[in-house]
């Protein structure tokens, strides 16, 4: 125990409930706090319903034989309740009086407030409504990941290599993890038929997330399906930049698409040895690919992939005769699905993982 805080008290203060799990969830919280051995006393109190009233939690403290009691309210934000309810009730400046009298000193703490904690808390809560499974260490593991953790993975990978098995026998051992997952994404054997990996994508992606690379997409959609806690392990961050208001403004002064002025904004802000992943949009790959044939940009990996009757096929076969590393899908076939799909194959790759 710290020396520190050997002699305070901790109260944190609910509103009140007569539902019991509130009291619970409370109550939960401060056993946590007890287990890290801080504080000498760490007790719950409530404004109304529940009992011990803050009061009554000050006076059960006092006997404990503290000289100093911290009082935080477990809100998220200030507010009445926070700034002059509680106070109220207790009297501050009255029962700070009595408790020096005594011997003790009262403190009022702030509420939860805006805190990166609460932040992740929340984005967690986000993807397990998702249906993501979120591990005790934090990392959050997509459905294939999750997948490939169960017992029918050895069944699931069996049916995939019966139906692929003669286009996985031509491939190079390091590019099968990327065929077999975008065939689990799709339940399409036949993307393993139009994916394109040319020799040095699995390399230069591995190596690329190693080091931190920033990783850019076309939409939020691919953006949401990359697992940002494992990347992050990395020292990497994922960025989408077609929400960009210096993108809208791009697109409307220039007479781009949005698509195109958010991979243009992306290039001004540096893309040097990133991960271009897209998904949807044709234009982004072409203003790429026009702003590499240029020299001024020069990513370590381009995964295309985007669908559609107009410009998709063409925009791949662009990305094939560029110099850069790339995973595409050939014709009108794509997806963000896809997208995702190979870089989190990439990504297991570069935890030193393996799949089947």
């Known amino acids: 125990m710290l020396k520190m805080f050997d002699n305070v008290g901790l109260i944190l203060i609910g509103h009140g409930s007569k539902l019991p799990h509130n009291r619970a969830n409370l109550e939960n919280i401060a056993s946590m706090i007890r287990s890290h051995g801080k504080f000498k006393v760490v007790d719950i109190a409530f404004m109304v319903r529940d009992t011990p009233t803050v009061n009554e939690a000050v006076d059960i403290v006092v006997k404990q034989g503290v000289s100093k009691i911290v009082l935080i309210p477990a809100f998220l934000a200030a507010g009445v309740h926070t700034t002059e309810d509680i106070p109220g009730l207790i009297g501050v400046k009255e029962r700070e009086s009595m408790l020096r009298a005594k011997g003790v000193e009262l ?3 702030e509420p939860i407030g805006s805190d990166e904690r609460v932040a992740d808390i929340l984005e967690e809560k986000a993807f397990k409504a998702l249906g993501f ?12 990941s999750v997948f490939v953790s169960g017992k029918i993975v050895d069944k699931s990978m069996m049916l995939i290599r019966q139906a692929i098995g003669d286009d996985l026998a031509k491939l190079p ?18 993307f393993a038929k139009l994916l394109a990996i040319s020799d040095d994508a699995v390399n230069a992606g591995v190596a690329a997330i190693k080091a931190g690379a920033k990783v850019v997409t076309d939409v939020k959609m ?4 990359i697992n940002a806690a494992r ?4 020292g990497s961050t994922i960025y989408t930049y077609m929400n960009d208001e210096r993108a809208m403004a791009l697109a409307k002064q220039e007479g ?9 904004l992306a290039i001004k802000d540096g893309l040097d040895g990133a991960i271009i992943l897209i998904g949807n949009a044709p234009t982004v790959v072409f ?4 702003q590499i044939e240029a020299g001024k940009v020069r990513p370590a990996l381009i995964v295309a992939v985007p669908v559609g009757f107009v410009g998709a096929a063409e925009s791949k076969e662009v990305v094939e005769k560029l110099s850069i590393p790339y995973v595409v899908t050939r014709g009108r076939r794509g997806g963000s699905t896809i997208a995702v799909a190979i870089f989190n194959a990439l990504l297991t790759l570069a935890e030193g993982k393996l799949y089947g």
Do not use: C, N, Q, W
Not at 222 to 225: C, L, P, R
Not at 231 to 234: E, G, M, P
């Open 107 to 109: 403190l009022y703490g």
């Open 133 to 144: 499974e979120v591990k005790k260490d934090g990392e959050i593991l997509d459905a294939y």
């Open 173 to 190: 051992k390091d590019k099968i993890p990327i065929v077999e997952r975008v065939v689990h994404t799709t339940a399409d054997p036949e």
């Open 222 to 225: 691919v953006k949401a399906g």
């Open 231 to 234: 990347l992050k392990k990395f």
């Open 256 to 264: 781009l698409t949005r698509s195109a002025a958010a991979m243009r």
């Open 287 to 290: 203003e790429l690919a026009e």
